[in-house]
C-alpha cells in the first residue's frame, strides 16, 4: 500500500518553463490537496479537490492550475514558472472533505532558476 | 488574518530529556489540532490530535495538551530518542464551507543529541 505518491521528487526548471506536478493515491480517499513548503512560513494551501470532478482554490492559488483527473489522480500544472514558485510541493489527500486527518506524500523540490 | 505561531524554531535536547513545542492559534473557531512529524526527504506524518473538547491525549511517550481559553496547545515527548530528530508541525483545524481549513505553524526542527 503506497499511500500518496508525488512525481518527480526534485525538479529544476527555467522562469517562463511549464511543468505539471503527478500526484497519485490509492487509499481511495475522495479528496485531495496540493501544498507548498517554504521556510519559516509553514504549509500553504495551493487548491484541493473535495471530490473527483471538482476543484477549488486555496490560500495560494495564483500561478497554478489543477486537475482531478481521476478519483486517484490530481496534478497541479505551472503554465510560466516564475523563480518565486521554488518551494517544495506536497500532495494530500483525505478520506471526505468532512475527514480532518490528511495523509501527505513525501514531496517535489522545485527550483526555478 | 488567521495564524498559528509555534516556538521554539529550533530545539535540542540529550537524549533522554523532555521536549516540549508550543503553539498559539487566532482563530477561536479551530476545533482540531493534530501534530505531524517531517523526516527529511519525507512528507508530514500525523503522530497525534486532539480535539477541543479534550484538555490532554497521550500516546506512549507523546502527550498533546489544549487550552482552549488560552488558544494555547502543545507537545510534549518524553524519553526523547534520536529517531525522534525531526520537524515537527502543529496545526488548528476548523470546519468550513464544506470542508477542514488547516492553518499550519511554521515548524519546530528538534534535534535528539546520543
Known amino acids: 500500500n503506497a499511500g500518496v505518491t508525488q512525481t518527480p521528487k526534485f525538479q529544476v526548471l527555467k522562469t517562463g518553463q511549464s511543468m505539471t506536478l503527478q500526484c497519485a493515491q490509492d487509499?481511495?480517499?475522495?479528496?485531495m490537496y496540493w501544498y507548498r513548503q517554504d521556510p519559516g512560513m509553514g504549509l500553504r494551501l495551493i487548491y484541493y479537490s473535495a471530490s473527483e470532478g471538482t476543484t477549488d482554490k486555496g490560500e495560494v492559488p495564483n500561478g497554478y492550475n489543477v486537475s482531478r483527473l481521476n478519483k486517484r489522480e490530481f496534478s497541479l500544472r505551472l503554465e510560466s514558472a516564475a523563480p518565486s514558485q521554488t518551494s517544495v510541493y506536497f500532495c494530500?489527500?483525505?478520506?471526505?472533505?468532512?475527514?480532518?486527518?490528511?495523509?501527505f506524500g513525501s514531496g517535489t523540490q522545485l527550483s526555478v532558476l | 488574518g488567521e495564524n498559528v505561531e509555534q516556538h521554539p524554531s529550533t530545539l535540542s535536547v540529550q537524549e533522554g530529556d523532555s521536549a516540549v513545542i508550543k503553539c498559539t492559534y487566532s482563530d477561536s473557531a479551530s476545533n482540531y489540532f493534530p501534530w505531524y512529524k517531517q523526516e527529511l526527504g519525507k512528507g508530514p506524518q500525523l503522530i497525534i490530535d486532539?480535539?477541543?473538547?479534550?484538555g490532554e491525549k497521550k500516546d506512549q511517550r507523546i502527550a498533546v495538551t489544549l487550552n482552549k481559553t488560552a488558544k494555547h496547545f502543545s507537545l510534549h515527548i518524553t524519553e526523547t530518542q534520536p529517531e525522534d530528530s525531526a520537524v515537527y508541525f502543529c496545526?488548528?483545524?476548523?470546519?468550513?464551507?464544506?470542508?477542514?481549513?488547516?492553518?499550519f505553524g511554521t515548524g519546530t526542527r528538534l534535534k535528539v543529541l546520543a
Open positions: 496545526a488548528a483545524v476548523r470546519f468550513t464551507s464544506g470542508t477542514y481549513k488547516y492553518i
Open positions: 494530500a489527500s483525505s478520506v471526505t472533505p468532512t475527514d480532518e486527518k490528511l495523509f
Open positions: 487509499m481511495n480517499h475522495n479528496s
Open positions: 486532539i480535539r477541543s473538547n479534550v
